[in-house]
Structures are given as structure tokens and as C-alpha cells.
């Protein structure tokens, strides 16, 4: 279907209609300079606006199409503002024309009744702090352009004034008027309320029972369970009741959705929530299933009563250190990219998305996401296009994306960029052309497009692309250094080998970085993002500070470095034997094993984990600038158990097993254990084994030990170990391992 920007009349036929015309007629203007007209006659308009009551649901809408007029009715603004984003998403502007790409007629209706996400106005957010009201609605607007019907709040701090240089309204403002806002479009507002443990119960409802009287609409109100929050299951349900009494008078129809994430000081915290829920308190509505969860989501809907339906909350915002970390099925990001773009990169994830919705999605009634910025944009806008049809096709969704945000540019370009740059994110980044060829259409797509240097959504797939580029030539780069180094060093030669590692950067690689410093400014002018602390206010490196990881480690080269001017304050006798040390790390013989959790991934240990273990990146945190890590030991395998398979070991021949852990120094441990093959290694107080404080100091960082255990031959298989470390009450923390064979005493 066509359109003549001759013709671009608007009709609203009643009052509750022009609204939606109105923001309908703003759209268009934007993308054609054009301000249609609203008019009260149906036939001279090219869309008509209906508000229709008689309409089963506020989230449904109708689009009907005769004698050229396309008509949308709705039973409230919702509806409209969901219809004509649909006509924006299939829309093409060009030639004084506009084209639908598709036929948009029919009934559409969502299948998830809750579709939402967090935007909260603290100081944590990389983003949403230094917004003012115009900028939270445009973004209301934006995330309803993808059946968005939920916006989320932080009201943990009200009262406290906790404020940023960024930020120009208290809390206590903000929520009051961003709650109104959210109503004028008809977008429900739902309330992060976090429990306070130094408050009284009196405190703690006095408080709230303020707060709702002030807020002008609330739909819903979610105090998590945990994270913050320690209070024992009982007495936290019990609050929850005693809040929804509250909630309930000011706002009769109001939910109250508290969350089973469990607080850590309580190992059976869930199953005294599931024992308190069974009572089917009324004053509960629904449970959320969100991050630190109690139980896994198909456990958790099997336990709480039917009467409860869930809530998801999912987190689509982090990329490491939270529940579903990039290729979150392996949990194997690169550590060259979890080292420099650490947690809150830009960080567009459809097809993985697409995965963790396939699998949770059919247990709840919806979600609103956990976000902390707009480096996550286009997972939002992902992810409600599934809640409204999870069977939506994912290049669709995107190309949607391009035309409603992007309309300037080639909607096919962008979408293939998009997902060029999740790709970008698999392997290791020297073997990943989908760098190169983001990086290289994102350029193209700048210079054939360049109004969309002021677009902030491209500016930010620009920025990451630079990022992704940065840091695969600097790992090229470094490599290449290395290798030279080794090379020196096998000759003795030290100091050349120090001065090789030292070589500069080339001007390409310069000029890159400092593109990122001009992008960065940019970004902040546009949309506020934060991506350094000194310059832009980030609240710290890990929230979204790009530019404070980005120059972080990809390499060896900066440990290899700094071992080497420690040789040179050795005794010369001494020097040859630790650098023969250093470049022997890593090597084992064909029948010895050597395995690191960052530099071989989970894959390869030819069992699966069990239970929800946890990655503690390290390459990513501050203290590695001055104290370099090897990216040997750049990930942290967290967890109460850890079970591998290993071959190939000679069958009359004792080896030692080495395990590297992270140094907790937990007293209370009594019970880790270490079995090969069924026989127990060790079993007694945390890591036990045989120390070697020289190795620890030549090859480890701060913070780290190792212990070795002795593997007699009697234990192996015909040439097989199945190895298992475990800790039932306290878990434990290790990075890598090696077995080896005991020297052959003659």
C-alpha cells in the first residue's frame, strides 16, 4: 500500500483519539518533514484513529483498510499507539511516498499479558540517570513501538536523596512524575521496592504507604526476595502481605509480585517460601522468577500454587557476572572480550535471546526485563516482540527495528550488521571475520547515511563495532609480539625480548582508539551514556565505562612483560632457569594434561556441568592493570562441583593432579574433596595438598594458590581419569589445572 506525502491527513473521530493522532502526526513529521493534518472526516485522511470501549482488551488492536484510509481502533491510547507503530515498523519513506511493506490489516492481539522493562532512576544506570521527563517519554514511546505495555521504577532510595552530578530530580520527584507520564499513554507502572532490613516493619510501611500516595498510577509493585534484601522467607512474605494491604487502599486494583530470588545467608530460604505461598495468602498475586533465583524456573512453577501465576525477569542487560552472560549455554566468551568489554557493553543478543524466551517463556504470563541503560536497546525491543508473538521471526523483528528507529538507512544492512555483531562475540576474536565485516559495513552505513552520525541507536552499534575491531587487532598485534619474544628468548636474549613486547601501536590502531574517545563524547551528548567514570560519571568501570576496560588485557603480553623485568633482577645463574619456567607454563607432554576454564572452555571436558555454576571473570577488574593476570587464569569456575574426563595418560606411570584456586581462606570448610576415578584424592579443609609458595609467587597473581595431590598409577583406567572436585556447603573457586607426570626417581 502506498501513501502520497500530498495526502497525509490524520482523522480522530472523538476526543479519547487525538491523542494518539497527534503523536501519530509528530512520527510522521520526523520521517518526512511533513505535518500531516488532523481532521474529523475519515474519507480524506490516509489513517483513521477509533477509540472503541467495547473492545475486549487494552492491548488489542484493529487495523482495517477502505477506500485507501487504513482505520486502527483500540479500546485506549495503548492500543493506538501499539497500531500505528506497527503502520512505523512496516514503513518506508522515499520519493515523496510512503510504502507498507507488508499488509498490517487484522486483529492483533498479544499473547503475553505482562511485557515490560526496567528503566530506573538511580545512580547504578549507565543511562537512565542523566534523563530528563521529555527524554524518559520519548523512550516510553519507543519501547511501545514493540508492544511494550509496562515500565518499570527503582524506589529502594526513596527518601534518601541519593544523587549523581547527572541527575536533576530527586527520587521522590522522578517517580511521582515519571508515573504520571506513564499514564498519559496509558502504560502500566510497575515499582522496584527492595526491603530495607535496617527498617522496622512501621518504618517500612509508613514509608510505602507515603510513596503510593503521592504516585499518581501503580499497577504493580515487586520487593525482590533477595539482592538487596535478607530477610528469612516467612517474615519476608509476611511483609509483602502487610505492603499489599497498603498498595490496595491507595490503588484497588494494584498487584503485589514479590520475587523468590533468595538471599544468600539462607540455604533454604525457597523452600519456606514454597511452605508459606501454599497457605494462598490473597494478598499475593503473582511470583517473580528473576536473578539468585530459589529454584529454576520449571521447578519453581511446579512447587508455588497454580493460583500464582509467574513473572519473569529476565536479564538482558549483562554480558558476565549474572545469570545469563553471553553464549550463556557454554558460558565460553572469549576472555579477550570479557577482559575489555566487560559487563555493560552494547550488547545486541537476539538469536540468544531468542533461545532463553523459547525455554522460559511458556511458564509465565510475561516479564519485565532487569536494564541498566540503553547499551541494551535492542534486546528490549527484541525481547516484547517475542512476548507479543513468540514465534515472530527474528531478522523480521530487526528490520522492524531499522525502520522504525533507522529509517534513514537500508533496513537490510542494519539487520544483518546486528546480528554480525553477535557473531562477533563468538571464538576467539583473530579467528572471527563477522568483526570485520560489522566494522566494515558500519563504516559504509556511516558514510552513505550520515544524518545517522546523530542518531544515537547507530552511533551506539558504530561504537561497538569500533570495539570489537580495537580489540582484534590488538590481540593480532600482541600475538605477533609474542611469538617474537619467545623466539628471543630461547636464546637468552632478555632485554631485546622486553624492548620487542614494548613496540608501540601503529597510527590504524591509534586512530581507532581515539575515534572511541570522539564517540564516546558523542553518545553523551545524545543519550547521556556514561562510558568513562572521570569524564561522563559512570557510577564505576562495571557500569557500561567502555573506556575504562577497553585498553584492559587481550593478551600474555603485559605478564609475559612483567616477569621479564623480574628476571632481570635475578642472579644470572637464576635467569636462565625462570625463563625456561615461564615459557614451560603451559606445556605438558602428549600424555600429561594442562587445562585452563578461560583458554579451553567447558566444551572440552567431555562431561557436562551440573547445577547452575557461576563464571568469575577476573580480566575485567582494575586491580589487573597493575597486576597482570595470564588469560590462563582470567576466568573463575565458581561452583560446588567440578567433573572432567581426561585421556591419553600412560597406565604404569604416577602423575601429580595441580589444581590453581582462588583464595578464599574459609576456616569453616570441612568436607572439599577431590576423587580420580572413584578413589578420594583428598577430603578435609579447604584445598588441602602440597603447597609450592615458589610457584605461586613466579606463576600466579595475588590472591591465588595452588595445591598438588598425588595420582597413583593404580587409580587410571586403561589411560582414563575421571576427575571431580567438590564442596557441598561453601563451593569452591579454581581457574586451571594441570597432571603430570612424577619425575622417575633413579
Same mark, same amino acid.
Given at each position: 500500500?502506498?501513501?502520497?506525502?500530498?495526502?497525509?491527513?490524520?482523522?480522530?473521530?472523538?476526543?479519547?483519539?487525538?491523542?494518539? *493522532?497527534?503523536?501519530?502526526?509528530?512520527?510522521?513529521?520526523?520521517?518526512?518533514?511533513?505535518?500531516?493534518? /488532523?481532521?474529523?472526516?475519515?474519507?480524506?485522511?490516509?489513517?483513521?484513529?477509533? *477509540?472503541?470501549?467495547?473492545?475486549?482488551?487494552?492491548?488489542?488492536?484493529?487495523?482495517?483498510?477502505?477506500?485507501?484510509?487504513?482505520?486502527?481502533?483500540?479500546?485506549?491510547?495503548?492500543?493506538?499507539?501499539?497500531?500505528?507503530?506497527?503502520?512505523?515498523?512496516?514503513?518506508?519513506?522515499?520519493?515523496?511516498?510512503?510504502?507498507?511493506?507488508?499488509?498490517?490489516?487484522?486483529?492483533?492481539?498479544?499473547?503475553?499479558?505482562?511485557?515490560?522493562?526496567?528503566?530506573?532512576?538511580?545512580?547504578?544506570?549507565?543511562?537512565?540517570?542523566?534523563?530528563?521527563?521529555?527524554?524518559?517519554?520519548?523512550?516510553?514511546?519507543?519501547?511501545?513501538?514493540?508492544?511494550?505495555?509496562?515500565?518499570?521504577?527503582?524506589?529502594?532510595?526513596?527518601?534518601?536523596?541519593?544523587?549523581?552530578?547527572?541527575?536533576?530530580?530527586?527520587?521522590?520527584?522522578?517517580?511521582?512524575?515519571?508515573?504520571?507520564?506513564?499514564?498519559?499513554?496509558?502504560?502500566?507502572?510497575?515499582?522496584?521496592?527492595?526491603?530495607?532490613?535496617?527498617?522496622?516493619?512501621?518504618?517500612?510501611?509508613?514509608?510505602?504507604?507515603?510513596?503510593?500516595?503521592?504516585?499518581?498510577?501503580?499497577?504493580?509493585?515487586?520487593?525482590?526476595?533477595?539482592?538487596?534484601?535478607?530477610?528469612?522467607?516467612?517474615?519476608?512474605?509476611?511483609?509483602?502481605?502487610?505492603?499489599?494491604?497498603?498498595?490496595?487502599?491507595?490503588?484497588?486494583?494494584?498487584?503485589?509480585?514479590?520475587?523468590?530470588?533468595?538471599?544468600?545467608?539462607?540455604?533454604?530460604?525457597?523452600?519456606?517460601?514454597?511452605?508459606?505461598?501454599?497457605?494462598?495468602?490473597?494478598? /499475593?498475586?503473582?511470583?517473580?522468577?528473576?536473578?539468585?533465583?530459589?529454584?529454576?524456573?520449571?521447578?519453581?512453577?511446579?512447587?508455588?500454587?497454580?493460583?500464582?501465576?509467574?513473572?519473569?525477569?529476565?536479564?538482558?542487560?549483562?554480558?558476565?557476572?549474572?545469570?545469563?552472560?553471553?553464549?550463556?549455554?557454554?558460558?565460553?566468551?572469549?576472555?579477550?572480550?570479557?577482559?575489555?568489554?566487560?559487563?555493560?557493553?552494547?550488547?545486541?543478543?537476539?538469536? &540468544?535471546?531468542?533461545?532463553?524466551?523459547?525455554?522460559?517463556?511458556?511458564?509465565?504470563?510475561?516479564?519485565?526485563?532487569?536494564?541498566?541503560?540503553?547499551?541494551?536497546?535492542?534486546?528490549?525491543?527484541?525481547?516484547?516482540?517475542? &512476548?507479543?508473538?513468540?514465534?515472530?521471526?527474528?531478522?523480521?523483528?530487526?528490520?522492524?527495528?531499522?525502520?522504525?528507529?533507522?529509517? &534513514?538507512?537500508?533496513?537490510?544492512? /542494519?539487520?544483518?550488521?546486528?546480528?554480525?555483531?553477535?557473531?562477533?562475540?563468538?571464538?576467539?576474536?583473530?579467528?572471527?571475520?563477522?568483526?570485520?565485516?560489522?566494522?566494515?559495513?558500519?563504516?559504509?552505513?556511516?558514510?552513505?547515511?550520515?544524518?545517522?552520525?546523530?542518531?544515537?541507536?547507530?552511533?551506539?552499534?558504530?561504537?561497538?563495532?569500533?570495539?570489537?575491531?580495537?580489540?582484534?587487532?590488538?590481540?593480532?598485534?600482541?600475538?605477533?609480539?609474542?611469538?617474537?619474544?619467545?623466539?628471543?628468548?630461547?636464546?637468552?636474549?632478555?632485554?631485546?625480548?622486553?624492548?620487542?613486547?614494548?613496540?608501540?601501536?601503529?597510527?590504524?590502531?591509534?586512530?581507532?582508539?581515539?575515534?572511541?574517545?570522539?564517540?564516546?563524547?558523542?553518545?553523551?551528548?545524545?543519550?547521556?551514556?556514561?562510558?568513562?567514570?572521570?569524564?561522563?560519571?559512570?557510577?564505576?568501570?562495571?557500569?557500561?565505562?567502555?573506556?575504562?576496560?577497553?585498553?584492559?588485557?587481550?593478551?600474555?603480553?603485559?605478564?609475559?612483560?612483567?616477569?621479564?623485568?623480574? *628476571?632481570?633482577?635475578?642472579?644470572?645463574?637464576?635467569?636462565?632457569?625462570?625463563?625456561?619456567?615461564?615459557?614451560?607454563?603451559?606445556?605438558?607432554?602428549?600424555?600429561?594434561?594442562?587445562?585452563?576454564?578461560?583458554?579451553?572452555?567447558?566444551?572440552?571436558?567431555?562431561?557436562?556441568?551440573?547445577?547452575?555454576?557461576?563464571?568469575?571473570?577476573?580480566?575485567?577488574?582494575?586491580?589487573?592493570?597493575?597486576?597482570?593476570?595470564?588469560?590462563?587464569?582470567?576466568?573463575?569456575?565458581?561452583?560446588?562441583?567440578?567433573?572432567?574426563?581426561?585421556?591419553?595418560?600412560?597406565?604404569?606411570?604416577?602423575?601429580?593432579?595441580?589444581?590453581?584456586?582462588?583464595?578464599?581462606?574459609?576456616?569453616?570448610?570441612?568436607?572439599?574433596?577431590?576423587?580420580?576415578?572413584?578413589?578420594?584424592?583428598?577430603?578435609?579443609?579447604?584445598?588441602?595438598?602440597?603447597?609450592?609458595?615458589?610457584?605461586?609467587?613466579?606463576?600466579?597473581?595475588?590472591?591465588?594458590?595452588? *595445591?598438588?595431590?598425588?595420582?597413583?598409577?593404580?587409580?587410571?583406567?586403561?589411560?582414563?581419569? &575421571?576427575?571431580?572436585?567438590?564442596?557441598?556447603?561453601?563451593?569452591?573457586?579454581?581457574?586451571?589445572?594441570?597432571?603430570?607426570?612424577?619425575?622417575?626417581?633413579?
Amino acid at each position: 500500500m502506498k501513501f502520497s506525502y500530498s495526502n497525509l491527513n490524520i482523522c480522530a473521530e472523538n476526543d479519547s483519539s487525538r491523542y494518539a *493522532a497527534e503523536l501519530f502526526s509528530n512520527e510522521i513529521f520526523k520521517r518526512t518533514g511533513v505535518k500531516p493534518n /488532523i481532521v474529523e472526516i475519515k474519507e480524506n485522511a490516509f489513517v483513521a484513529f477509533v *477509540a472503541d470501549g467495547s473492545i475486549e482488551d487494552k492491548d488489542t488492536f484493529i487495523i482495517t483498510e477502505s477506500n485507501g484510509t487504513l482505520t486502527i481502533t483500540a479500546k485506549t491510547i495503548r492500543g493506538l499507539i501499539f497500531g500505528y507503530s506497527l503502520f512505523l515498523r512496516k514503513a518506508k519513506f522515499s520519493n515523496n511516498e510512503i510504502l507498507l511493506v507488508e499488509n498490517i490489516c487484522g486483529n492483533h492481539k498479544p499473547q503475553k499479558k505482562i511485557r515490560g522493562h526496567q528503566v530506573g532512576y538511580r545512580t547504578t544506570p549507565n543511562t537512565y540517570d542523566a534523563w530528563d521527563y521529555n527524554q524518559y517519554f520519548r523512550y516510553y514511546l519507543d519501547m511501545m513501538a514493540f508492544g511494550t505495555n509496562t515500565c518499570e521504577h527503582n524506589t529502594t532510595k526513596f527518601g534518601k536523596k541519593e544523587m549523581n552530578p547527572l541527575m536533576r530530580y530527586t527520587q521522590e520527584e522522578f517517580v511521582t512524575e515519571a508515573s504520571r507520564l506513564a499514564d498519559t499513554v496509558d502504560l502500566d507502572v510497575s515499582l522496584w521496592h527492595a526491603n530495607d532490613d535496617k527498617e522496622t516493619e512501621e518504618e517500612a510501611l509508613a514509608i510505602r504507604e507515603k510513596l503510593y500516595s503521592q504516585i499518581p498510577r501503580i499497577d504493580a509493585v515487586f520487593p525482590p526476595g533477595g539482592d538487596p534484601g535478607n530477610m528469612y522467607s516467612d517474615a519476608f512474605v509476611e511483609r509483602c502481605k502487610k505492603i499489599s494491604h497498603i498498595l490496595k487502599k491507595i490503588h484497588p486494583d494494584a498487584q503485589m509480585h514479590p520475587s523468590a530470588q533468595a538471599p544468600h545467608a539462607y540455604r533454604d530460604w525457597g523452600d519456606t517460601l514454597i511452605k508459606e505461598l501454599s497457605n494462598e495468602p490473597d494478598e /499475593i498475586d503473582a511470583l517473580i522468577m528473576g536473578p539468585n533465583h530459589a529454584f529454576p524456573m520449571h521447578e519453581l512453577r511446579k512447587l508455588t500454587p497454580s493460583k500464582y501465576p509467574l513473572r519473569f525477569y529476565p536479564d538482558i542487560t549483562h554480558n558476565l557476572r549474572c545469570e545469563y552472560p553471553v553464549n550463556f549455554l557454554e558460558d565460553d566468551w572469549h576472555f579477550a572480550l570479557c577482559n575489555t568489554l566487560s559487563r555493560e557493553s552494547v550488547n545486541p543478543r537476539p538469536t &540468544e535471546l531468542r533461545t532463553l524466551h523459547r525455554t522460559f517463556a511458556p511458564y509465565t504470563i510475561g516479564s519485565v526485563s532487569y536494564s541498566e541503560g540503553v547499551h541494551d536497546d535492542v534486546n528490549k525491543m527484541i525481547w516484547s516482540a517475542l &512476548e507479543w508473538d513468540k514465534d515472530a521471526d527474528l531478522r523480521e523483528i530487526l528490520l522492524d527495528y531499522s525502520r522504525m528507529f533507522l529509517y &534513514e538507512a537500508d533496513e537490510e544492512k /542494519i539487520a544483518d550488521t546486528i546480528l554480525l555483531l553477535e557473531k562477533s562475540w563468538q571464538g576467539d576474536p583473530v579467528e572471527n571475520p563477522c568483526i570485520d565485516f560489522a566494522y566494515n559495513n558500519l563504516c559504509e552505513i556511516k558514510s552513505r547515511y550520515p544524518s545517522l552520525c546523530e542518531n544515537w541507536r547507530f552511533m551506539l552499534l558504530y561504537f561497538r563495532g569500533c570495539c570489537d575491531k580495537l580489540v582484534k587487532m590488538r590481540r593480532i598485534f600482541e600475538n605477533k609480539l609474542i611469538n617474537k619474544a619467545k623466539a628471543l628468548l630461547k636464546n637468552n636474549c632478555i632485554e631485546k625480548a622486553i624492548e620487542t613486547l614494548e613496540t608501540p601501536f601503529d597510527e590504524c590502531y591509534i586512530d581507532l582508539r581515539n575515534e572511541l574517545e570522539t564517540l564516546a563524547e558523542k553518545l553523551f551528548r545524545l543519550i547521556g551514556i556514561q562510558l568513562d567514570v572521570e569524564h561522563y560519571y559512570a557510577d564505576s568501570w562495571e557500569r557500561g565505562a567502555t573506556l575504562e576496560t577497553i585498553d584492559n588485557n587481550v593478551s600474555d603480553k603485559a605478564f609475559i612483560l612483567e616477569k621479564l623485568k623480574y *628476571a632481570l633482577t635475578l642472579e644470572s645463574s637464576e635467569k636462565e632457569k625462570f625463563i625456561k619456567r615461564l615459557l614451560n607454563r603451559n606445556q605438558t607432554d602428549t600424555d600429561e594434561v594442562y587445562y585452563s576454564v578461560a583458554l579451553h572452555g567447558l566444551n572440552t571436558l567431555g562431561i557436562r556441568q551440573t547445577g547452575e555454576f557461576y563464571m568469575d571473570i577476573q580480566g575485567d577488574r582494575p586491580y589487573t592493570k597493575k597486576t597482570p593476570l595470564p588469560m590462563s587464569m582470567t576466568k573463575v569456575f565458581d561452583h560446588f562441583t567440578f567433573r572432567a574426563n581426561f585421556g591419553g595418560f600412560e597406565n604404569d606411570c604416577d602423575y601429580t593432579l595441580t589444581i590453581v584456586y582462588k583464595s578464599d581462606n574459609n576456616p569453616d570448610i570441612s568436607n572439599h574433596r577431590i576423587t580420580a576415578n572413584g578413589k578420594i584424592l583428598y577430603e578435609g579443609a579447604q584445598y588441602g595438598g602440597s603447597k609450592n609458595p615458589v610457584f605461586d609467587k613466579e606463576m600466579l597473581a595475588p590472591g591465588f594458590e595452588s *595445591a598438588s595431590y598425588p595420582l597413583h598409577k593404580e587409580i587410571f583406567i586403561n589411560g582414563t581419569l &575421571e576427575l571431580e572436585i567438590s564442596e557441598p556447603e561453601y563451593g569452591f573457586k579454581f581457574c586451571e589445572l594441570w597432571i603430570k607426570k612424577q619425575p622417575t626417581i633413579k
